[in-house]
């Protein structure tokens, strides 16, 4: 496949200098609200609607959700590269999510936006059938086994992405490691919501940028994996029944 990136617009991230981020947050912040007696200061605001009209110019819904969007590369060129896009990133790094906000405000990106936010809490919050397709791109791997249970990627995760994606909506996975790919893969495998499928000729990857993960592999030449997951519509499940 030709990872080359084309030449669409590109932002000038030198004019805006990227705070000191540690890698994790606390690890608090991968449980539900729920499961808090008390919540802390420093947990994401939990969400009960989406504030559209103050996300993005033209007031409508995200079209696509950027889930871990981390610095926010890919969403901005997202956007930048599809102006008739909302793009939307969910976030759990309230410093990146401010810095991102910086980036977008001084490029006039009327169609991004980054949420601070945690994925444990669902996404009730977002219209059902509303979202085009959803990207889950190189995630944090959490590699000890017993922390395992911080990444996201799970049959409820699935559940959630199913109910906000149109019918035959696509989630678009990439990671450089193994042992991710290996899990997500087994987990996509059992689901009841999505079929895994692979990035071939005739569905190619579809977006021509990149992370800076997925640029910085290219440049160390470290390989990494690009597939997708298909929405399952009730009525095929129906159908196989």
């Keep these: 496949m030709d990872r080359r990136i084309n030449d669409s617009p590109e932002i000038n991230w030198a004019a805006y200098p990227m705070p000191r981020v540690r890698h994790h947050v606390n690890s608090q912040a991968y449980l539900p609200a729920s499961q808090h007696h008390i919540l802390p200061t420093w947990y994401p605001p939990v969400r009960t609607e989406g504030d559209w009209a103050s996300w993005f110019v033209n007031g409508r819904n995200a079209d696509v959700l950027d889930v871990g969007c981390g610095r926010g590369a890919f969403l901005m060129r997202h956007a930048l590269a599809f102006p008739e896009l909302n793009i939307l990133g969910v976030e759990v790094r309230q410093i990146l999510t401010e810095w991102i906000a910086g980036v977008i405000a001084g490029e006039h990106l009327g169609n991004a936006h980054a949420e601070w936010y945690s994925i444990a809490n669902g996404l009730d919050w977002i219209p059902e059938a509303s979202v085009q397709c959803a990207v889950y791109l190189f995630p944090d791997p959490w590699p000890k086994k017993r922390h395992h249970k911080r990444r996201a990627f799970s049959e409820e995760f699935l559940s959630m992405l199913h109910r906000v994606l149109v019918p035959g909506g696509k989630l678009w996975l990439a990671?450089?490691?193994?042992?991710?790919?290996?899990?997500?893969?087994?987990?996509?495998?059992?689901?009841?919501?999505?079929?895994?499928?692979?990035?071939?000729?005739?569905?190619?990857?579809?977006?021509?940028?990149?992370?800076?993960?997925?640029?910085?592999?290219?440049?160390?030449?470290?390989?990494?994996?690009?597939?997708?997951?298909?929405?399952?519509?009730?009525?095929?499940?129906?159908?196989?029944?």
């Design 175 to 241: 990671t450089d490691r193994e042992d991710v790919d290996a899990y997500q893969r087994d987990v996509l495998s059992k689901s009841r919501f999505f079929q895994l499928r692979e990035v071939d000729d005739a569905t190619p990857w579809p977006f021509p940028f990149a992370t800076d993960q997925q640029m910085f592999c290219d440049a160390k030449g470290i390989p990494y994996v690009l597939y997708y997951a298909e929405r399952i519509d009730e009525r095929s499940q129906s159908a196989g029944a």
